[in-house]
T-cell receptor, first 111, second 117 residues
Framework: GQQLNQSPQSMFIQEGEDVSMNCTSS?????WLWYKQDPGEGPVLLIA?????ELTSNGRLTAQFGITRKDSFLNISASIPSDVGIYFC???????????FGTGTRLKVLA | GAVVSQHPSWVICKSGTSVKIECRSL??????MFWYRQFPKQSLMLMAT?????????EQGVEKDKFLINHASLTLSTLTVTSAHPEDSSFYIC?????????????FGPGTRLTVL
């Protein structure tokens, strides 16, 4: 199935550092979602974006819907150990009810 | 709000048997539910879209006769893996959407780990 390109694939950072990851597509999307998945569990919704250019925050997390509607970014400020996990982006095109998921970014935080 | 449950959380079965996985939206009505499969260290791959009261729509390459989906009510969808084989071993995750628009967010269940011996 189709997937979105997500980068980086993995990151090792020090506690307290900021993190940036992005998701790109060759298709235009109308909605972008960002999820976090812990091992052995289902993804948990972090942020939803519905409009090009939209910038939305959820605590230390900030995500943006790219102007071209082909990309999205997620930033995590002042990382903490519990930020460890896999972050997925997901995009939906107009007229469909389904989302395409990114390849994931594995985040590891070193205390 | 927006809680989705799955049952069982894990199951081990013998090759050739069938396994049913339930997905329930606990505090909202889900017009649409989705079934995903996730192999280790990989992303989520959509298997099928389930709409209440109608037949499921399967993604290309997913055998509808092997993965039976039933969405009998607005709060329950079931996935039955028929004649399971070891290659069907995977993490199966459902999600539920309260609306019918492509902009509606999806809320995921905790997943079901299936191991076929």
């Amino acid at each position: 199935g189709q997937q979105l390109n997500q980068s980086p694939q993995s990151m090792f950072i020090q506690e307290g550092e900021d993190v940036s990851m992005n998701c790109t597509s060759s298709s235009i999307f109308n909605t972008w979602l960002w999820y976090k998945q812990d091992p052995g569990e289902g993804p948990v919704l972090l942020i939803a974006l519905y409009k090009a250019g939209e910038l939305t925050s959820n605590g230390r997390l900030t995500a943006q819907f790219g102007i071209t509607r082909k990309d999205s970014f997620l930033n995590i400020s002042a990382s903490i150990p519990s930020d460890v996990g896999i972050y997925f982006c997901a995009g939906s095109t107009s007229g469909t009810y389904k989302y395409i998921f990114g390849t994931g970014t594995r985040l590891k935080v070193l205390a | 709000g927006a809680v989705v449950s799955q049952h069982p959380s894990w199951v081990i079965c013998k090759s050739g048997t069938s396994v049913k996985i339930e997905c329930r939206s606990l505090d909202f009505q889900a017009t649409t539910m989705f079934w995903y499969r996730q192999f280790p260290k990989q992303s989520l791959m959509l298997m099928a879209t389930s709409n209440e009261g109608s037949k499921a729509t399967y993604e290309q390459g997913v055998e509808k006769d092997k993965f039976l989906i039933n969405h009998a009510s607005l709060t329950l969808s079931t996935l039955t893996v028929t004649s399971a084989h070891p290659e069907d071993s995977s993490f199966y995750i459902c999600s539920a959407s309260p609306g019918t628009s492509g902009t509606d967010t999806q809320y995921f269940g905790p997943g079901t780990r299936l191991t076929v011996l």
